[in-house]
C-alpha cells in the first residue's frame, strides 16, 4: 500500500517514518526543496531520539522517499496524510491556510478513490471543510474519504509513542475508509492496541480535550505548588499522594515552570477560541493559559529573590529546550524567563544539550552560549536548572562553589532534594517546597 506524507515537519517525519518501518511504501513530500535535500543527504532537521536511523534503514530498504513532486506523490497514493503546520493566529485562533493549500492541492491531483487524513491538529469542523475544498477542486463526482487521524507524539519520545501508542483514534463516516486505516495500522493490533473509531469532530475534538485536559492538569499542580510554598507543605508528597488515587493517576503531576511546547499553549488557546466561535466561553481553558503565563513570572521572581536582585547579575541557565530530548523551544518556558531576566538587567549565560541553535533563533546574541554545563555557570550570582536534561541530575557541586560568585541554585524542575542541596552547602530555591 502506497502512503503520501505532506509535510516533514516533526509529525509528518516521525509518521511517515515509522509508517515505513511497518512495511508500508511511504513518500514524505514537501514544498520545501530545502529541507527535502538535506532529508535525502540523511540530515534531520530537527532532534528526536531514534529517528535519524530508522530514516536510515527505511531509505535503505527503499520504503522511505523524500520528494518535492506533491502532486505526483498524491497522485500515486492510496491514502494522502496532512501534517502541515496550525500556526495560532494572533487571536488564538488556528490558522487553517496551510490545510487548505494542501486540501487544494490534493483535490486537483485526485485520479481515483483515495483517503485524506489529517495528522494535524485542527480545530472541529475542520475535516468538513477540507471535504468542501477537495469537492471545489475535483468536483462532486470525485470519490474520496476524509479522516481525521490525530498523534499523540510526545517529543523526546515519538518514535516509540507511534510503535507502542495508548490508541489510535480514526474519524471516519464509511467503513471503506476505516478498513484501509486499520490495514496501515495492522502491526498494532498484535500488541492489542485500542482502536477508536468515531465520527472525524469527534476525533478531531479528542486531541483537543486530552491535551488541554493534560495542560490544565500541569496548571494545576503548579497553582498547588504555590500554595504549599506559603503554608510549609511539601508538593511533592501531595502530588505522590494525588497520584495514587485511580481516578487521578500521577501523570502530568510534576511542578515546574509551567507547560509549553508547540502542542499545549496553542490547542488550548484554540479550543478557548472555538468555543466563543460556537457561543460558548471556555473558562477553565482561559484560566489555564492566564495560570500558566503568571508562573513564568513567579519562577522569575524566584531568580530574582536568589540573586538578591537582577539588575548587573549574572545568571547562569541550564536547559532551554521547552523539556528534555529535543530542541524545541517553541513557547518554551526557560525562553520566557530567560527573556524576564534580561529586561531586568540581568547577563545571561546558558547551555543546553541539544537545543543551542534553535534558541540562537529566538535570542539572538541577547545572551552567552555556553560551551557546558559549567562555562553556562562560571562567574554565576545563580544557577537555575530550567530543563530536566539527565546530565543535570548529577552535577559536581564542589567545582561548581569553585567557579560560581555565590553556591546559590534555582531549580525549576525540583531535580534536586532540598536536604541534599543543604548538605552541599548552596542556597536552594525549588518549587512548591
Not at 515509522?18 to 512495511?23: E, K, Q, Y
Not at 535503505?60 to 493566529?89: H, K, M, N, W, Y
Not at 544557577?383 to 567545582?399: G, K, M, S
Request: glycine content about 8%; hydrophobic content about 40%.
Amino acid at each position: 500500500m502506497k502512503v503520501t506524507m505532506i509535510g516533514t515537519g516533526y509529525v509528518g517525519l516521525v509518521t511517515g517514518t515509522c509508517f515505513a518501518d511497518f512495511g508500508l511504501d511511504v513518500t514524505c513530500a514537501d514544498i520545501n526543496a530545502d529541507k527535502i535535500a538535506m532529508l535525502e543527504g540523511g540530515e534531520v532537521p530537527f532532534y528526536e531520539p531514534g529517528l535519524s536511523e530508522k530514516i536510515e534503514q527505511n531509505v535503505a530498504a527503499g520504503r522511505l522517499t523524500f520528494s518535492t513532486e506533491v502532486g505526483t506523490a498524491i497522485q500515486e497514493a492510496d491514502a494522502v496524510f496532512i501534517a502541515v503546520g496550525t500556526p495560532a493566529r494572533e487571536d488564538g485562533a488556528t490558522d487553517l491556510s496551510y490545510i487548505e493549500a494542501v486540501a487544494r492541492d490534493i483535490g486537483r491531483n485526485l485520479n481515483g478513490y483515495k483517503v485524506i487524513a489529517t495528522k494535524s491538529t485542527v480545530p472541529p469542523q475542520t475535516g468538513a471543510r477540507i471535504r468542501e475544498l477537495l469537492i471545489e477542486e475535483a468536483g462532486p463526482d470525485a470519490e474520496f474519504d476524509v479522516v481525521s487521524n490525530p498523534e499523540f507524539l510526545r517529543e523526546g519520545s515519538a518514535v516509540d509513542d507511534f510503535m507502542r501508542p495508548d490508541r489510535i483514534v480514526v474519524g471516519a463516516d464509511s467503513a471503506r475508509a476505516v478498513d484501509l486505516m486499520k490495514a496501515l495500522y495492522r502491526p498494532l493490533y498484535l500488541i492489542e492496541t485500542p482502536f477508536v473509531i468515531t465520527s472525524v469532530a469527534s476525533a478531531e475534538m479528542i486531541k483537543y480535550a486530552s491535551n488541554a485536559f493534560l495542560a490544565v492538569k500541569i496548571t494545576f499542580i503548579n497553582e498547588v505548588a504555590n500554595i504549599c510554598e506559603r503554608v510549609d507543605a511539601d508538593v511533592h508528597v501531595v502530588a505522590k499522594s494525588m497520584g495514587l488515587d485511580g481516578r487521578i493517576s500521577p501523570k502530568f503531576l510534576h511542578p515546574g515552570p509551567g507547560f509549553g511546547g508547540s502542542c499545549f499553549p496553542k490547542d488550548v488557546a484554540s479550543l478557548v477560541s472555538t468555543g466563543e466561535r460556537n457561543g460558548y466561553e471556555f473558562l477553565v481553558g482561559r484560566a489555564a493559559l492566564e495560570a500558566n503565563e503568571r508562573q513564568r513570572d513567579i519562577m522569575t521572581d524566584k531568580i530574582r529573590a536568589a540573586a538578591d536582585g537582577l539588575e548587573g547579575k549574572r545568571i547562569g541557565f541550564l536547559g532551554l529546550a521547552f523539556k528534555p530530548n529535543t530542541d524545541d523551544v517553541r513557547e518554551s518556558p526557560a525562553i520566557e524567563i530567560i527573556e524576564r531576566v534580561l529586561d531586568a538587567g540581568a547577563t545571561v549565560s546558558a547551555f543546553d544539550p541539544a537545543a543551542m541553535e534553535t534558541g540562537r533563533d529566538l535570542l539572538g546574541d541577547r545572551i552567552t552560549y555556553a560551551e557546558d554545563t559549567y562555562s553556562a555557570a562560571a562567574d554565576a550570582d545563580v544557577l537555575v536548572i530550567a530543563t530536566e536534561w539527565n546530565q543535570f541530575r548529577n552535577l559536581d557541586f564542589a567545582r561548581l562553589r569553585e567557579i560560581m560568585k555565590r553556591p546559590a541554585i534555582v531549580d525549576l524542575r525540583n531535580v534536586y532534594s532540598p536536604d541534599r542541596m543543604r548538605d552541599q552547602d548552596f542556597h536552594y530555591t525549588s518549587v512548591g517546597r
